[in-house]
């Protein structure tokens, strides 16, 4: 079973890794530190969510473990784990199409809304992880 029984973690190639989704009560680090910016996760078997900075990052319902986040300013990759078909809300710039690929095959385009959410689901099985990839075109 893939998760981060720290929820919230440093990886040797400066990503971040974080959520437990195998909880059965919300748990939260606050103020956590990487790289100047401070993070904030929440958890459990219901949702896992993200903030930088005070400011919404991912969200998974139900929830998930991500692990290696990197976001760049035209991508977002990250490997996640769950144990059932997962929602996806990602933060991105609003208004733009963006490619998402699925352990190297792409998925589909979408378009973020206004608010530059991103939202698409996926299913995912305890055992294994997926490696997911959004470019922006």
């Known amino acids: 079973m893939a998760v981060v029984v720290e929820l919230i973690r440093k990886e040797s190639d400066g990503t971040i890794s974080f959520g437990d989704y195998t909880l059965n009560v919300k748990s939260k680090v606050s103020d956590f530190e990487h790289e100047g910016d401070l993070y904030k996760v929440k958890t459990f078997n219901e949702i896992t969510k993200l903030e930088k900075n005070g400011m919404f ?4 319902v139900p929830g998930t473990s991500v692990f ?11 490997q996640i784990a769950g144990q ?3 929602q ?3 933060e991105l710039e ?3 199409e963006y490619e998402i690929h699925r352990d190297d095959v792409q998925l589909g385009k ?7 959410k991103l939202v698409f689901s ?16």
């Open 57 to 60: 990052v991912f969200e998974s």
């Open 68 to 78: 290696h986040l990197d976001s760049k300013e035209n991508q977002v990759c990250f």
């Open 84 to 86: 059932d078909t997962a």
């Open 88 to 90: 996806i809300t990602l």
């Open 94 to 96: 609003a208004e733009k």
């Open 110 to 116: 979408m378009k973020t809304n206004l608010g530059g």
């Open 122 to 137: 996926l299913e995912l099985r305890e055992e294994e992880k997926a490696f997911i990839k959004v470019v922006k075109l």
